[in-house]
């Protein structure tokens, strides 16, 4: 590898972690930047799924003081799991092309949903006036949709677990941000997993980008702690409709 391609490399896994932490969809970023430098396109999805997981991790670091109590998420945790195995086995098992097609929509109504959650909280209920097992079961559901689809193909998961999050959870938009990002986690610690054992990872590539996206990830997370949570929401819907747009001109290409 090239002294340019690992700079690039650095640079990507740096604004990946970063996005990922305050958004999502860092993995825009990477997984260009892997097929720029020569790796193949299965190989890069699965060495970027391997390389933004530490981001993931420093992202919790950062936002661990607005985690809801532990009784809270813990139980998101199983159905994370399952969730991101569905995923991989759909990756390593299934043609991707049909999914590719599916993207961009999952991606622009995850991002609609956000832009109209007040308007969709009057239609569906508010949060609060559900009971506890109502949010709950809510709550598993999104998780669990979103974490089969970041263990397939993972760009802009945290815009899609903020989306569907804030629209379950009676909470403020940084603790929204710190589940995510703690689910986001836990996804990424399985596809690692998975994908160590039976996908075409380039170690080189990871090498250089996971410790980028820790730096990156722990910086986001500080960030999206200082932002009101109108201002987060307007980034994470404005880069939101960016992604999905993208990917759909790249799918329809």
Known sequence: MELTDAVLLVAAGLAAGTMNAVAGGGSLITFPALIAV????????????????????????????????????????PTAVVGSLLGCLLLLGTPARAFELV???????????????????????????????????????????????????????????????????????????????????VVGLTTVTIFALFGPVNWAAVALVAPATLVGGYVGARLARRLPSVVLKTVIVAFGTCIGLYLLYRALR
Do not use: I
């Open 38 to 77: 020569g790796l193949p396109p299965v190989a890069a999805n699965v060495s970027n799924s391997v390389a933004v997981c530490p981001g993931y991790l420093a992202a919790v670091a950062g936002s661990r003081v607005d985690l809801p109590a532990r009784r809270e998420w813990l139980p998101l945790v």
């Open 103 to 185: 993207v961009p929509f999952l991606v622009l109504a995850a991002t609609a949903v956000l832009a109209f959650q007040e308007p969709l909280r009057r239609l569906v209920g508010h949060p609060r006036d559900g009971g506890p097992r109502r949010r709950a079961l809510a709550a598993q559901v999104m998780v669990g949709v979103g974490a089969v689809y970041g263990g397939y193909f993972g760009a802009a998961l945290g815009v899609m677990l903020v989306a569907g999050l804030a629209l379950v959870l009676d909470a403020t938009m940084a603790r929204v941000s710190a589940v995510k990002n703690l689910v986001s986690a």
